[in-house]
């Protein structure tokens, strides 16, 4: 299998007394689209800032292309484009002066990517950054991340601040770049519905551990509901196989199961004498179900 | 070669946060069609581009979803140009075939029938009346 584009093994981070992260441990290849979702405070942004190695982990280590995250040589920062939560956009200069000034610092610019980018995303480029919007800054600064053609883009909330229309026009701009399958690209947010269209991977986070990493599509198959009505009562002690949360009541049973196949469900309706309802779950419910 | 009839990418309905993968929404919703006839052999598939452009969602889960469907032999790869329903689709979806696709909704309606108790007279007569009244 070819190099990972990001790796992490046992990442940890202690600020004053608290753990923010704790064991994180994830290794993705080049072509995926990840989605990294937590509640607030749950460590989305400290992991994507250790990952970047814009500050360093208490424990653990992280990779970049093979290089360890506290000491990439610029060559490989090259590779990387990075839309912060807060953008660092100069207040007093105007978008287009931003963009001669990145472009100027990058030989491989991709100039017509970044005109195409900024009339696709209706992004006014004539104006000083201070009169702009929160969801016109962060348009900018997408550009600005996009438009040295990186190989892993890494964008922390980035349509957190944009309307509908607008967060599926920079969506789909998304997909577009990354449906080569040469690129990478990690992003944060707390919008589910965004994350299930655009995400092939996804990333759980919950206070600070991982809860679940991997496919989407296998969390959606593999972690189901069951609802259990059952002729007789259930016995007490009734432990559905590989069940993350259980409930159970007299003749009826309620459990978020995880590893399930279709094909269990009959051998479960036997085994229990009872009509077993197979409910797949959205993604929110999911993430609701995994803090419950 | 005269051109075959193309399915239009928005003929299908795609739900992004349904509990059902996205691919697996796509795969249900071709058997479905080609086991009624509803596509002929022959008719080409939207684009991998065209379907995920429409929907706004990662084009990987819709070529995952065509690669499925060309392994069960339901599409048909043509080079360098768009997939087709395979030849002799039709015959192949058996009454019990098609019956077992149908078996999730069929589950939920069972259920939510119980809840409310009625009982299989009674819903055979609401199916009958929807469907047409054929019996």
Redesign the interface.
């Given at each position: 299998m070819s190099q990972p584009v990001l790796s992490a093994r046992g990442l940890g981070k202690v600020i004053k007394g608290r753990t923010i992260l704790k064991d994180v441990c994830v290794e993705e290849h080049r072509g995926s689209?990840i989605g990294v979702i937590g509640r607030n405070g749950a460590g989305k942004t400290t992991l994507l800032d250790i990952l970047l190695g814009f500050s360093p982990p208490t424990s653990g280590e992280s990779k970049v292309f093979g290089h360890d995250s506290l000491a990439l040589p610029a060559t490989v920062k090259g590779r990387i484009g990075f839309v912060p939560q807060q953008d660092e956009l100069i207040p007093m200069i105007t978008g287009a002066q931003h963009l001669a000034l990145h472009s100027s610092l990058h030989p491989r610019w991709n100039g017509d990517l970044v005109d195409r980018l900024a009339r696709a995303w209706e992004v006014p480029l004539d104006r000083p950054v201070q009169v702009l919007s929160v969801g016109e800054r962060q348009k900018l600064s997408s550009l600005l991340a996009l438009g040295h053609d990186p190989e892993l883009l890494v964008l922390d909330e980035p349509a957190a601040s944009l309307d509908p229309l607008a967060r599926?026009r920079f969506?789909?701009e998304l997909?577009e770049i990354?449906?080569d399958?040469t690129r990478t690209v990690l992003f944060s947010t707390h919008i589910?519905?965004d994350l299930?269209?655009?995400?092939?991977r996804i990333w759980i986070l919950r206070e600070g551990a991982l809860a679940w990493s991997g496919e989407?599509?296998t969390l959606?198959?593999s972690v189901?509901r069951l609802q259990v009505r059952a002729r007789r009562a259930l016995p007490p002690g009734l432990a559905l196989p590989h069940a993350l949360t259980q409930q159970v009541r007299e003749t009826w049973a309620s459990a978020l199961v995880s590893q399930w196949s279709p094909g269990e469900v009959q051998s479960l309706r036997d085994s229990l004498d009872a009509?077993v309802?197979v409910?797949?779950?959205?993604?929110?419910?999911?993430f609701v179900e995994l803090h419950a | 070669m005269e051109s075959a009839p193309t399915l239009p990418a928005r003929f299908f309905v795609l739900q992004?946060?349904?509990?059902?993968?996205?691919?697996?929404q796509l795969v249900d919703q071709v058997q479905r069609m080609v086991a009624s006839g509803q596509l002929a052999p022959g008719t080409a598939l939207p684009s991998v581009?065209e379907v995920?452009?429409l929907?706004?969602?990662?084009?990987?889960?819709i070529s995952?979803a065509y690669a499925l469907l060309e392994g069960e032999g339901v599409l048909q790869r043509n080079r360098g140009k768009a997939m087709t329903v395979a030849a002799g689709r039709r015959s192949q979806g058996t009454l019990a075939q098609r019956l077992r696709q149908l078996e999730p909704q069929v589950?939920?309606l069972v259920?939510a029938a119980?809840q409310l108790e009625l009982d299989a007279s009674d819903l055979a007569e609401v199916l009958r009346r929807k469907m047409g009244g054929k019996s």
């Open positions: 689209v599926r969506l789909q997909l990354s449906s399958r589910v519905s299930e269209r655009v995400a092939d989407l599509d959606k198959e189901v009509e309802e409910q797949n779950l959205g993604l929110e419910d999911l | 992004p946060a349904s509990g059902v993968p996205i691919y697996r581009r995920a452009e929907h706004s969602v990662n084009p990987m889960t995952k589950d939920a259920l119980r």
